[in-house]
């Protein structure tokens, strides 16, 4: 009924009549009762259908617009971004070729060097030593490659093939020191412990102040600073070695007293 009623305010009686395809006394007596019969009814039913399927006829195309701006809107944004694409791909691909091509002089330089460095050495001429006290001309240049290490102060646990020329006037004490590490794992006895560590701190005290070495675990060579530290240390821990040491002896003969000769450790 509301909807009557607004109908026939905004058309008017005659107009409404008309649009609802029924006459003028049957809308006023509609309006006037305020009850609908079954005509008016249906009358009312297809005049609201005929406007929103006019309304849907009306709005749809300005919808369709609208998503095709949008989609034309996000292809042109994709294609700009496959361009963008393509161009970082390219640059990529040009640095790429630079660093390899960087990478290859490089290599060739060292490879180059590395000849000449042989070639040097294979004619016997001297080289500077990167040891304090390393000596050349140990063995024949031709018969021994000199190894390669980062830092050559630094001392191996185990022996390399020509670090004679590397070390020096040091090899003979770090060659005793590496004998006296074995003595220390394979002793049983505690004075044997004892002594094969005190000859370890004697020869370290060697390497490291008077050869400039580092011992490991260290994996970069110590300053001045650290080697005298380091010298310290052993220093100290000799003595207290030694004083420990003594007191092993003495309850050695105390127990072989007491044993009657039985113990003898």
Known sequence: MALLREVAETRGKVKAAEALGVSFRTLARAVESGRLTGRMADALERHLRE????????????????????????????????????????????????QAQTLGQWERRLDRAEARQVAVNGSGDETTPTVKGAMEGMREPSQVRLPRRPYPQLVTVEPEEGEELIYGEAMPAITEWRGAR???????????????????????????????LTLPPAVYPWDRADRRDEVWRRKQSLEDLRVERNRAVLWRWVRRLLTLGLWWR
């Open 51 to 98: 406007v929103r399927g006019s309304v849907t006829t009306v709005v749809e195309p300005d919808q369709a617009d609208g998503l095709d701006q949008r989609v034309e809107l996000l292809e042109a944004s994709v294609a700009q971004l496959q361009t963008r694409v393509e161009t970082m791909a390219a640059v990529v691909g040009a640095l790429q070729k630079d």
């Open 182 to 212: 074995r003595m220390l794992d394979e002793a049983r006895r505690r004075l044997d412990k004892l002594d094969a560590r005190q000859r370890m701190l004697e020869l370290e005290i060697r390497l490291v102040g008077d050869h400039e």
